[in-house]
């Protein structure tokens, strides 16, 4: 029987099984977006938590992580000015220190965050302001719905780790991708991993083909 591959979100891609282990809880607070010239966006759940209270962010230009950030700026009516390559929130403030200098800027993040990004640019005398404006929940599932023996499981975030370990023990023949090096980092010792080729869904999904 051929193997199957589980992304722990909600996420739709053929071929592949959903199994959500988190959910996002907004955290709507007040923000004058003519007080900034950026917003900093580390995230897709960022762009969707800002959206759901403020119809006045998109007037603010972003600088984006990556491309799939980027994507979702747009398709939500903002505009971007610069899209980082590294993907990685420490590398990410380096990429925008140049074009922040001088500015004032505003990051918009989860309640947790793996990256050091606000204390890097801060310590580089950036003039910046932090909201916290989601957080993720893991949830607890059923026991039945843990994957059978031999499938692969995509974590594609930290949350991701925390919430399938919440649930379910590791069984010792599944497959573990891990979307980039803060999830990897993320998984116990006990749990060998495949990383994708790039820190994306995409690639995640590729290098879990690769064990069919």
């Not at 005398?125 to 993720?136: F, K, P, S």
């Not at 599932?141 to 930290?158: E, G, M, N, W």
């Not at 980092?185 to 994708?196: E, K, N, V, W």
Request: one cysteine or more; hydrophobic letters at 40%; proline letters at 6%.
């Amino acid at each position: 029987m051929t193997p199957s591959i589980y992304l722990l979100n909600d996420q739709k891609y053929d071929g592949i099984k959903n199994l959500p282990v988190f959910t996002i809880n907004y955290l709507p607070c007040p923000i004058n977006f003519d007080d900034y010239d950026y917003i900093i966006f580390t995230s897709k759940n960022t762009i969707k938590a800002i959206d759901s209270f403020s119809d006045t962010w998109q007037t603010t230009p972003a600088l984006t992580i990556a491309p799939n950030t980027a994507k979702t700026v747009k398709t939500y009516g903002g505009t971007v000015e610069f899209v980082g390559t590294k993907s990685y929130g420490d590398e990410f403030a380096m990429e925008i220190l140049d074009i922040v200098a001088s500015k004032r800027v505003l990051f918009l993040r989860a309640k947790k965050v793996m990256s050091s990004l606000y204390n890097i640019l801060t310590k580089q005398g950036i003039d910046i302001t932090e909201n916290i404006i989601y957080e993720t929940l893991v949830l607890t599932l059923d026991k039945a719905l843990q994957p059978p023996p031999h499938s692969i499981i995509v974590f594609s975030s930290p949350s991701t780790v925390a919430g399938f370990l919440h649930n379910f023990s590791w069984d010792s023949s599944y497959k573990a991708v891990a979307i980039g090096k803060t999830t990897a980092d993320s998984l116990p010792s006990y749990i060998g991993y495949t990383m994708a080729k790039t820190p994306s869904i995409k690639d995640a999904m590729d290098a879990a083909r690769c064990y069919i």
